[in-house]
């Protein structure tokens, strides 16, 4: 009997020790497969950045505005292009390892309008429509992480349409939040509706010249599954593709009104008062004083109905 014991135990331990072994073979694979996807995307704006301010150097004052002005441009596009590279390797990292979700209630369309500020360079003169309806309720959300979902949709979207055709924000309430970006682009290949959120993925637009690493869809799918909700993507009739993606309204939203309230009387509350400093042995010298400035907070609340330049606001009431 012990003997039998003995071999079920090894039998289990080899096959442990094969789980991780396959383990560590996956692991090893996604970082080759993502050091081989990044690589290329990694390099490009480097090299654009070096030979654009290589240029600048040897053309020295002999360059007029113009040109230098083309070629500062091309510079800062190339930054801003690996910036997001970056941020989003970070990002994924951080999903991976197990981020906590900070939700707060947020109205949508100041993270709407908020996300569209930081993408004015991108949309240029591109016409994004909002169709966000009157009396949406707050969403209990992470501002940030959301705001990067939105992100990454909408500069897929303008990365992968038409330079001349509209991108469409919409959201409707019905037992949840869904909130949907469409573009007039390609559209999705057959069976792409869902391989287009795996990590490293990139689609048949992509690989037809677009950039991109595979990467930013995959940390939408991430982070919309940590706030509990769920995120896919179809063909739009006439044309296009629809990413789209929902949150849960549970607990039920407070009003705007009961928010201010609670935010109101938290700034009403006491402060502690400070404690007395210890008793000193020796006494100030003349002309020294003691003094405490008690620290400030500053906040900001992005201000959603300043539209950007391109943007239509096309407010439909619910």
Request: charge should be negative; proline fraction near 7%; charged fraction near 25%.
């Amino acid at each position: 009997v012990a003997s039998q014991i003995a071999i079920a135990l090894e039998r289990d331990q080899l096959a442990e020790q094969r789980r991780f072994a396959l383990v560590d073979a996956e692991t090893e694979r996604m970082r080759s497969s993502l050091l081989s996807s990044v690589s290329h995307d990694l390099r490009t704006p480097l090299a654009v950045i070096a030979g654009t301010t290589s240029t600048l150097l040897e053309m020295g004052d002999s360059a007029d505005q113009a040109t230098r002005d083309a070629l500062l441009s091309e510079v800062y596009n190339e930054a801003n292009r690996l910036t997001r590279l970056v941020e989003n390797l970070l990002s994924m990292t951080r999903l991976e390892s197990g981020v906590v979700v900070d939700k707060q209630w947020f109205p949508l369309e100041d993270v709407v309008g908020s996300t569209l500020s930081r993408l004015r360079k991108e949309i240029g003169t591109r016409i994004i429509s909002k169709h966000l309806p009157a009396g949406l309720p707050l969403v209990s959300l992470d501002g940030v992480m959301i705001e990067q979902v939105l992100f990454n949709l909408l500069d897929n979207a303008l990365q992968y349409s038409p330079a001349g055709s509209p991108v469409d924000i919409s959201a409707r309430s019905n037992g949840e939040i869904v909130i949907e970006v469409a573009d007039r682009g390609p559209g999705l290949a057959e069976a792409e509706e869902k391989q287009v959120f795996e990590k490293l993925y990139r689609g048949t637009a992509a690989k037809r010249g677009g950039r991109g690493a595979g990467l930013g869809l995959a940390i939408a799918r991430a982070i919309i599954e940590a706030h509990g909700g769920r995120i896919w993507a179809q063909n739009r009739d006439g044309g296009g593709a629809v990413f789209a993606f929902s949150l849960p309204l549970n607990p039920p939203a407070p009003s705007i009104d009961e928010v201010e309230e609670e935010e109101l009387e938290e700034s009403l509350e006491p402060e502690a008062p400070p404690q007395a400093p210890p008793p000193s042995t020796a006494a100030p010298g003349p002309g020294v004083s003691h003094s405490s400035t008690p620290g400030v907070v500053h906040s900001s609340v992005s201000d959603a109905s300043r539209p950007a330049a391109g943007l239509q606001d096309e407010e439909r009431t619910s």
